[in-house]
């Protein structure tokens, strides 16, 4: 019996199932919350007791800190609905805290290979979208169709995305991670291969015309850059070329005009809200989100009480379509500042800005990719009402708060 248990402990049975919860992003809830279950359930099972080491143990007692903060506006300021969000966000409880009654160092190999996986699943996702439109361009014998006010591609944004069910910016996420790894992969030793690979996934990536995800893609491209380039000089001349491609790529391929250079003027009154850019979606919520932050910055509304709040300040400037649609804050920090006020705010930067020396002590690209692309995401998402936000960002962050040592391909 003694043997079995010991052989149900070994290193790659956590790693098959860390690889479930990380593929399980592409499929429905219900296989994520599966999947989490499981994972939780054998990080107890295969806990090591012995003292946490503090360094490593902090960043994920700040994320478990989170949780207790909304489960407290939960109890004192919130109602039903504060109740719901809190079972929304479970997994910035289980998860973070399996990784600590687990205790234990998680080797750079069991990253890689998951983030292989991964990546493989990325590109198996994207066979899927381009299958779905190609069907519908055989279908509409086009390659997009018109709407009052503009045009869609069936090879580009909401329409390439739809087949996956995930939306673009979270689809982006995973294709911005899945492009940075796959440049540092060490379990893949032809570098042409590995060029293949990013620019197919790069130009997926273009292609989903998420406006944040292109842009966290430039940045990841720099970034690359400054860990790899030594000579200044080059190092600007690379970071140049990079943003004038940016550019002209903006300005000749017409899906992406289309989505970075429109109007950001809007009445509030329109009903035809749906006719807006995602861009003058945005300004307008969030207008209103600071409306509604100002009337209670200090403790905010209470766990989940911040959309009605929100929607309170909808009601009163005549929003038709932000009331219609009952749009979030599409944006996380103000979202946490809606929920829990300055206290909540302060303690979710602290999140975030302990990922900087962290990774800097540790000299992982990765740590600093996944930093850049969820920070660049709750700029324009609020990422942490959804569960496959939730969970992409826990569980990467807890997963590179325990890596053992520095990364190998270092900066």
């Known amino acids: 019996m003694k043997a079995i248990l010991l052989r149900l402990k070994s290193p790659w049975i956590f790693t098959f199932l860390s690889t479930c919860v990380a593929l399980s992003l592409f499929l429905n809830s219900g296989f994520v919350s599966v999947s989490i279950i499981i994972f939780t359930f054998y990080c107890f099972f295969d806990r090591t007791p012995r003292p946490l080491d503090q360094a490593k143990s902090i960043g994920l007692l700040l994320l478990l800190s989170l949780y207790l903060c909304y489960a407290l506006w939960a109890i004192f300021f919130a109602d039903a609905n504060g109740l719901n969000d809190l079972t929304k966000k479970i997994p910035l409880l289980i998860i973070p805290l399996g990784f600590l009654i687990r205790n234990k160092r998680i080797e750079q190999s069991d990253i890689e290979k998951i983030l292989l996986l991964f990546t493989i699943g990325c590109i198996i996702c994207s066979f899927i979208c381009y299958a779905t439109a190609i069907s519908n361009v055989i279908r509409e014998h086009s390659f997009s169709i018109n709407t009052i006010d503009r045009k869609y591609y069936f090879f580009s944004n909401i329409l390439l995305t739809e087949a996956s069910g995930i939306p673009p910016i979270y689809l982006s996420m995973y ?10 992969c060490s379990l893949i030793k032809s570098r042409f291969l590995k060029a293949i690979i990013a620019c197919y996934l ?8 998420s406006k944040m995800g292109v842009i966290t893609l430039l940045l990841l491209i720099i970034l690359w850059f400054a860990f790899k380039i030594h000579n200044k000089r080059i190092f600007i001349l ?13 300005y000749k391929l017409s899906f992406l005009k289309e989505r970075f250079i429109l109007s950001t003027q809007f009445d509030y009154t329109w009903t035809h809200g749906h006719l807006w850019n995602s861009t003058t979606h945005r300004l307008a919520i969030w207008a209103c989100s600071v409306e509604a932050i100002s009337r209670a910055p200090f403790f905010g509304y209470g766990t989940g009480n911040g959309q009605a709040a929100l929607e309170q300040v909808y009601s009163e400037k005549k929003f038709v379509w932000g009331l219609q649609e009952t749009y979030n804050p599409h944006n996380e920090f103000f979202s946490t500042q809606l929920d829990l006020g300055i206290i909540g705010s302060i303690l979710f930067l602290g999140i975030l800005c302990l990922w900087i020396p962290q990774a800097i002590r540790i000299k992982n690209i990765f740590f600093l990719s996944i930093l850049l692309i969820t920070s660049s995401s709750f700029l324009i998402e609020s990422l942490l009402l959804r569960q496959k936000g939730i969970v992409f960002f826990s569980f990467f962050y807890s997963f590179f708060f325990m890596l053992n040592g520095r990364k190998t391909y270092e900066l």
């Open 202 to 209: 790069a130009l997926f990536l273009i292609l989903i015309a």
């Open 175 to 184: 294709f911005n991670l899945s492009f940075i790894y796959i440049l540092e």
């Open 238 to 250: 690379m970071i140049v070329l990079a943003i004038l491609t940016f550019s002209i790529g903006i």
